[in-house]
């Protein structure tokens, strides 16, 4: 395949947002690699993964961007959100300041993103129901506020992480088709993010 072959491909983005220590990046690497561990680094700044997938028959790159939750970070966060089609929110059912902030976070998607962008809200850390405090209902009822679908999910079981994550690509890929491309889209900054190694 040549170069200009891999460049022309339609650039699917989406970003995993949500405070420090959530599980975002260890959901991406249960989604990527079918696997979890105690030994991931918190992330600093903004790293992704890269994927390939078909849709109707179309290969589509797929980018997976995970950013970091730390206020210090927010500002660099935002440029991000630009060309993205699709925002998962990630909250951990055992924090509640976590829960409190998901609205500020979806106020930061209104902030810089085009109005017709896919979002879905994670409740992660299912698999730690002892520790629970905030209900599924709970959950629910933010995500129907903010007009995202919620799932329940297990960064370490896997539980709901593939449904959570085809999910949101397939809406974003809907949208990538309805409203096209944003203005260079296929433009992206390498410098402040690292490359993960590509999801299989």
Same mark, same amino acid.
Not at 2 to 17: R, V
Not at 131 to 139: F, L, M, S
């Given at each position: ?17 949500? %405070? #420090?220590?959530?599980?975002? !990046?260890?959901? =991406? ?10 030994? $991931? *680094? ?69 902030? %810089? #993103?085009?109005?017709?962008? !896919?979002?879905? =809200?994670?409740?992660?850390?299912v698999d730690l129901e002892d520790?629970? $405090? *905030? ?66």
């Amino acid at each position: 395949m040549t170069q200009k072959e891999k460049t022309t491909k339609p650039l699917l983005k989406m970003l995993l947002i949500g %405070n #420090s220590q959530v599980g975002k !990046s260890c959901l =991406l690497k249960m989604f990527c690699d079918h696997e979890f561990s105690f030994d $991931v *680094i918190s992330t600093v700044g903004v790293d992704f993964r890269n994927m390939e997938r078909d849709f109707d028959g179309e290969t589509v790159k797929v980018q997976i961007w995970d950013t970091a939750g730390q206020e210090k970070f927010r500002t660099i966060t935002s440029n991000y959100y630009r060309n993205a089609q699709g925002v998962a929110v990630v909250y951990d059912v055992t924090n509640e300041e976590s829960f409190n902030q998901v609205n500020v976070w979806f106020e930061e998607i209104k902030k %810089n #993103s085009p109005e017709y962008i !896919s979002t879905v =809200l994670l409740g992660n850390k299912v698999d730690l129901e002892d520790e629970r $405090v *905030i209900t599924k209902e709970q959950g629910e009822n933010l995500a129907k506020k903010n007009n995202c679908q919620y799932f329940e999910v297990s960064a370490k079981s896997g539980a709901n992480v593939d449904s959570a994550f085809n999910k949101l690509m397939n809406s974003s890929y809907e949208k990538l088709k309805k409203f096209g491309k944003p203005k260079n889209s296929n433009t992206v900054n390498f410098q402040k993010g690292k490359e993960k190694k590509s999801c299989c």
